[in-house]
Protein backbone atom coordinates (compact mmCIF):
# COMPACT_ATOMS: atom_id res chain seq x y z
CA UNK A 1 0.00 0.00 0.00
CA UNK A 2 1.40 3.33 -1.03
CA UNK A 3 0.80 6.76 1.01
CA UNK A 4 0.67 9.88 -0.93
CA UNK A 5 0.39 13.25 0.33
CA UNK A 6 1.00 15.31 -3.14
CA UNK A 7 -2.22 16.12 -5.18
CA UNK A 8 -0.45 16.02 -7.95
CA UNK A 9 1.69 13.07 -7.26
CA UNK A 10 -1.76 11.52 -6.83
CA UNK A 11 -2.88 12.32 -9.83
CA UNK A 12 0.08 11.05 -11.38
CA UNK A 13 -0.92 7.86 -9.81
CA UNK A 14 -4.23 7.76 -10.87
CA UNK A 15 -3.44 8.21 -14.40
CA UNK A 16 -1.07 5.55 -14.03
CA UNK A 17 -3.77 3.16 -12.68
CA UNK A 18 -6.24 4.18 -15.49
CA UNK A 19 -3.34 3.43 -18.35
CA UNK A 20 -3.11 0.04 -17.18
CA UNK A 21 -6.65 -0.22 -17.76
CA UNK A 22 -7.76 -0.26 -13.40
CA UNK A 23 -10.90 0.48 -12.28
CA UNK A 24 -10.39 3.07 -9.51
CA UNK A 25 -12.72 2.83 -6.57
CA UNK A 26 -12.51 5.69 -4.39
CA UNK A 27 -13.44 5.40 -0.49
CA UNK A 28 -13.15 9.63 1.03
CA UNK A 29 -12.95 9.54 4.76
CA UNK A 30 -11.81 11.77 7.23
CA UNK A 31 -10.27 9.32 9.38
CA UNK A 32 -10.39 7.57 12.52
CA UNK A 33 -11.67 4.40 10.81
CA UNK A 34 -14.29 2.29 12.10
CA UNK A 35 -16.47 -0.77 10.91
CA UNK A 36 -18.77 2.02 8.60
CA UNK A 37 -15.51 2.89 6.72
CA UNK A 38 -14.00 -0.07 6.03
CA UNK A 39 -17.84 -1.48 4.63
CA UNK A 40 -17.58 1.15 1.99
CA UNK A 41 -13.66 0.25 1.64
CA UNK A 42 -14.96 -3.70 0.98
CA UNK A 43 -17.49 -2.41 -1.51
CA UNK A 44 -15.34 0.00 -3.80
CA UNK A 45 -13.39 -3.65 -3.60
CA UNK A 46 -15.71 -5.30 -4.79
CA UNK A 47 -16.62 -2.66 -7.95
CA UNK A 48 -12.66 -1.65 -8.71
CA UNK A 49 -9.60 -3.34 -9.04
CA UNK A 50 -7.82 -0.28 -7.74
CA UNK A 51 -8.77 1.17 -4.33
CA UNK A 52 -7.73 4.77 -2.80
CA UNK A 53 -8.68 5.85 0.58
CA UNK A 54 -8.70 9.72 1.23
CA UNK A 55 -7.85 10.42 4.77
CA UNK A 56 -7.90 14.14 5.36
CA UNK A 57 -10.09 16.44 8.03
CA UNK A 58 -11.90 19.28 5.93
CA UNK A 59 -11.34 21.97 7.65
CA UNK A 60 -14.07 23.91 4.94
CA UNK A 61 -16.84 21.75 6.47
CA UNK A 62 -16.48 23.42 10.11
CA UNK A 63 -18.22 26.27 11.06
CA UNK A 64 -16.97 28.27 14.15
CA UNK A 65 -17.42 26.43 17.77
CA UNK A 66 -17.55 22.92 16.00
CA UNK A 67 -15.04 19.80 16.93
CA UNK A 68 -12.50 20.62 14.57
CA UNK A 69 -9.50 20.78 16.43
CA UNK A 70 -10.48 17.55 18.98
CA UNK A 71 -11.71 15.87 15.86
CA UNK A 72 -10.26 12.17 16.41
CA UNK A 73 -7.32 12.09 14.43
CA UNK A 74 -5.73 8.29 14.30
CA UNK A 75 -3.65 7.83 10.81
CA UNK A 76 -1.40 5.38 11.75
CA UNK A 77 -4.40 2.80 13.13
CA UNK A 78 -6.05 4.22 9.84
CA UNK A 79 -3.15 2.90 7.72
CA UNK A 80 -3.04 -0.55 8.96
CA UNK A 81 -6.90 -1.01 8.63
CA UNK A 82 -6.33 0.15 4.98
CA UNK A 83 -3.60 -2.17 4.45
CA UNK A 84 -5.75 -4.93 5.96
CA UNK A 85 -8.43 -4.47 3.75
CA UNK A 86 -6.13 -4.46 0.44
CA UNK A 87 -6.17 -0.81 -0.19
CA UNK A 88 -3.96 0.02 -2.84
CA UNK A 89 -3.22 4.05 -2.11
CA UNK A 90 -4.16 6.39 0.79
CA UNK A 91 -4.20 10.29 0.11
CA UNK A 92 -3.03 12.13 2.73
CA UNK A 93 -3.02 15.54 1.88
CA UNK A 94 -2.40 18.84 4.01
CA UNK A 95 -4.78 21.97 4.52
CA UNK A 96 -2.36 23.87 2.82
CA UNK A 97 -2.16 21.78 -0.20
CA UNK A 98 -5.78 21.40 -0.47
CA UNK A 99 -6.92 25.02 -0.02
CA UNK A 100 -4.11 27.33 -0.62
CA UNK A 101 -3.53 30.72 1.09
CA UNK A 102 -5.78 32.76 -1.64
CA UNK A 103 -8.04 29.68 -2.49
CA UNK A 104 -11.20 31.66 -3.70
CA UNK A 105 -13.42 29.30 -5.39
CA UNK A 106 -16.24 27.20 -3.88
CA UNK A 107 -18.24 24.56 -5.40
CA UNK A 108 -22.44 25.23 -3.50
CA UNK A 109 -25.18 23.19 -3.50
CA UNK A 110 -28.59 25.29 -3.60
CA UNK A 111 -31.17 23.30 -3.18
CA UNK A 112 -30.94 19.99 -1.30
CA UNK A 113 -28.24 21.69 1.31
CA UNK A 114 -30.60 23.71 2.72
CA UNK A 115 -32.98 21.92 4.75
CA UNK A 116 -31.94 19.30 7.44
CA UNK A 117 -27.77 19.80 8.58
CA UNK A 118 -28.03 22.43 6.38
CA UNK A 119 -30.40 24.53 7.91
CA UNK A 120 -28.52 24.21 11.27
CA UNK A 121 -24.51 24.14 9.54
CA UNK A 122 -24.55 27.41 7.12
CA UNK A 123 -21.67 26.67 4.85
CA UNK A 124 -21.05 23.01 5.68
CA UNK A 125 -22.26 21.44 2.45
CA UNK A 126 -20.38 24.00 0.84
CA UNK A 127 -17.56 22.55 2.56
CA UNK A 128 -18.13 19.05 1.69
CA UNK A 129 -19.47 19.75 -2.24
CA UNK A 130 -15.68 21.89 -2.61
CA UNK A 131 -13.81 19.25 -1.17
CA UNK A 132 -15.53 16.23 -2.13
CA UNK A 133 -15.14 17.74 -6.20
CA UNK A 134 -11.66 18.56 -5.71
CA UNK A 135 -11.21 15.40 -3.99
CA UNK A 136 -12.62 13.54 -7.48
CA UNK A 137 -10.26 15.79 -9.48
CA UNK A 138 -7.23 14.57 -7.74
CA UNK A 139 -8.00 10.58 -7.19
CA UNK A 140 -10.00 10.66 -10.87
CA UNK A 141 -11.70 7.57 -9.84
CA UNK A 142 -14.31 5.47 -11.94
CA UNK A 143 -16.44 5.21 -8.75
CA UNK A 144 -16.55 6.95 -4.86
CA UNK A 145 -18.75 4.85 -2.32
CA UNK A 146 -20.47 7.21 0.17
CA UNK A 147 -22.29 5.58 3.55
CA UNK A 148 -26.20 5.81 3.63
CA UNK A 149 -26.34 7.40 6.89
CA UNK A 150 -25.27 11.18 5.61
CA UNK A 151 -28.18 10.47 3.41
CA UNK A 152 -28.36 14.98 2.98
CA UNK A 153 -24.48 14.26 1.82
CA UNK A 154 -25.01 11.20 -0.28
CA UNK A 155 -28.09 12.97 -2.01
CA UNK A 156 -25.94 16.15 -2.68
CA UNK A 157 -22.73 14.45 -3.78
CA UNK A 158 -25.31 12.83 -6.27
CA UNK A 159 -26.47 16.22 -7.48
CA UNK A 160 -23.61 17.60 -7.92
CA UNK A 161 -22.39 15.27 -9.93
CA UNK A 162 -25.28 15.31 -12.11
CA UNK A 163 -25.28 19.20 -12.36
CA UNK A 164 -21.69 19.64 -12.92
CA UNK A 165 -21.18 16.58 -15.47
CA UNK A 166 -18.17 14.49 -13.10
CA UNK A 167 -18.11 11.20 -14.77
CA UNK A 168 -17.42 9.25 -11.33
CA UNK A 169 -20.41 6.53 -10.12
CA UNK A 170 -22.38 7.57 -7.16
CA UNK A 171 -22.19 4.04 -4.81
CA UNK A 172 -23.99 4.16 -1.76
CA UNK A 173 -23.08 1.73 1.08
CA UNK A 174 -25.70 1.10 3.56
CA UNK A 175 -25.71 2.08 7.15
CA UNK A 176 -23.33 0.07 9.37
CA UNK A 177 -24.52 -0.45 13.31
CA UNK A 178 -23.70 -1.83 16.43
CA UNK A 179 -25.61 -4.77 17.95
CA UNK A 180 -28.11 -2.51 19.30
CA UNK A 181 -28.71 -0.44 16.68
CA UNK A 182 -26.46 2.96 16.91
CA UNK A 183 -24.74 3.48 13.91
CA UNK A 184 -21.42 4.01 13.95
CA UNK A 185 -19.73 7.18 13.63
CA UNK A 186 -16.56 8.53 14.96
CA UNK A 187 -18.58 11.25 17.19
CA UNK A 188 -19.47 7.96 18.91
CA UNK A 189 -16.56 7.75 21.40
CA UNK A 190 -17.80 10.98 23.23
CA UNK A 191 -20.36 9.70 24.72
CA UNK A 192 -20.44 9.10 28.49
CA UNK A 193 -21.33 5.82 30.11
CA UNK A 194 -24.87 7.44 30.75
CA UNK A 195 -24.97 9.44 27.25
CA UNK A 196 -24.77 5.87 25.56
CA UNK A 197 -27.59 3.93 25.73
CA UNK A 198 -29.72 7.35 25.69
CA UNK A 199 -28.33 7.67 21.84
CA UNK A 200 -30.20 4.62 21.39
CA UNK A 201 -33.28 6.75 21.02
CA UNK A 202 -32.51 7.98 17.14
CA UNK A 203 -32.61 4.29 15.95
CA UNK A 204 -35.77 3.94 18.19
CA UNK A 205 -37.09 7.13 17.13
CA UNK A 206 -36.82 5.65 13.67
CA UNK A 207 -38.25 2.41 14.19
CA UNK A 208 -41.49 4.22 15.53
CA UNK A 209 -42.03 6.27 12.76
CA UNK A 210 -41.32 2.91 10.44
CA UNK A 211 -44.01 1.34 12.42
CA UNK A 212 -46.24 3.90 11.89
CA UNK A 213 -45.84 4.16 8.46
CA UNK A 214 -46.38 0.50 7.67
CA UNK A 215 -49.66 1.17 9.79
CA UNK A 216 -50.65 3.20 7.54
CA UNK A 217 -50.08 6.75 8.81
CA UNK A 218 -48.72 8.82 5.87
CA UNK A 219 -49.19 12.45 8.04
CA UNK A 220 -45.74 13.57 7.99
CA UNK A 221 -46.76 15.82 11.30
CA UNK A 222 -47.73 12.95 13.35
CA UNK A 223 -44.39 10.92 11.81
CA UNK A 224 -42.22 13.73 13.34
CA UNK A 225 -44.18 14.02 16.33
CA UNK A 226 -43.83 10.38 17.40
CA UNK A 227 -40.09 10.72 16.82
CA UNK A 228 -39.70 13.59 18.99
CA UNK A 229 -41.90 12.08 21.49
CA UNK A 230 -39.12 9.12 21.66
CA UNK A 231 -36.75 10.91 21.53
CA UNK A 232 -37.97 13.84 24.79
CA UNK A 233 -37.51 10.97 26.91
CA UNK A 234 -34.04 10.79 27.49
CA UNK A 235 -32.58 13.22 29.56
CA UNK A 236 -29.43 14.04 27.35
CA UNK A 237 -30.99 14.45 24.04
CA UNK A 238 -31.74 17.68 22.59
CA UNK A 239 -33.31 17.69 19.03
CA UNK A 240 -32.00 19.64 16.28
CA UNK A 241 -34.18 17.97 14.11
CA UNK A 242 -36.86 15.24 13.22
CA UNK A 243 -38.08 15.73 10.19
CA UNK A 244 -39.74 13.71 7.42
CA UNK A 245 -38.82 15.12 4.04
CA UNK A 246 -39.18 14.68 0.17
CA UNK A 247 -36.37 11.86 -0.53
CA UNK A 248 -35.77 13.24 -3.75
CA UNK A 249 -35.97 17.23 -3.19
CA UNK A 250 -35.46 17.14 1.01
CA UNK A 251 -37.98 19.40 0.96
CA UNK A 252 -40.44 19.34 3.94
CA UNK A 253 -43.77 17.87 3.31
CA UNK A 254 -46.93 19.60 4.55
CA UNK A 255 -49.44 17.05 2.91
CA UNK A 256 -49.69 13.24 3.17
CA UNK A 257 -46.66 10.93 1.98
CA UNK A 258 -47.59 9.59 -1.24
CA UNK A 259 -43.90 8.90 -2.81
CA UNK A 260 -40.75 7.64 -0.93
CA UNK A 261 -39.99 10.08 2.06
CA UNK A 262 -36.74 10.67 4.50
CA UNK A 263 -36.92 10.60 7.99
CA UNK A 264 -33.98 12.24 9.34
CA UNK A 265 -32.93 12.81 13.01
CA UNK A 266 -29.88 15.11 14.28
CA UNK A 267 -30.02 15.14 18.35
CA UNK A 268 -27.27 16.19 20.86
CA UNK A 269 -26.87 13.22 23.14
CA UNK A 270 -24.69 15.79 25.66
CA UNK A 271 -21.91 17.26 23.79
CA UNK A 272 -21.61 14.92 20.40
CA UNK A 273 -23.89 15.55 17.26
CA UNK A 274 -25.79 12.39 16.03
CA UNK A 275 -27.56 11.93 12.96
CA UNK A 276 -29.42 9.10 11.50
CA UNK A 277 -32.03 8.38 8.89
CA UNK A 278 -34.05 5.53 7.22
CA UNK A 279 -36.59 5.70 4.30
CA UNK A 280 -40.05 5.39 4.23
CA UNK A 281 -41.63 4.10 1.20
CA UNK A 282 -44.46 0.85 0.37
Not at 70 to 81: K, Q, V
Request: net charge negative; with cysteine.
Amino acid sequence: MKIVESPFDMQAAADDLRAAGRRIGFVPTMGNLHEGHLSLIRIARKQANAVVVSNFVNPAQFGPGEDFDSYPRTFEADCALCEREGVDLVFHPTAGTMYPPDSSVIVAEQSLSRTLCGASRPGHFDGVCTVVAKLFHIVLPHLAVFGEKDGQQLRIIRRMVRDLHIPVEIVPGPTVRESDGLALSSRNQYLTAEQRPQALCLRRALDEAERLFAAGERDPSVLEAAMRAVIAREPDARIDYASIVDDESLQPLDCPIVRPALAALAVWVGAPRLIDNTVLKG
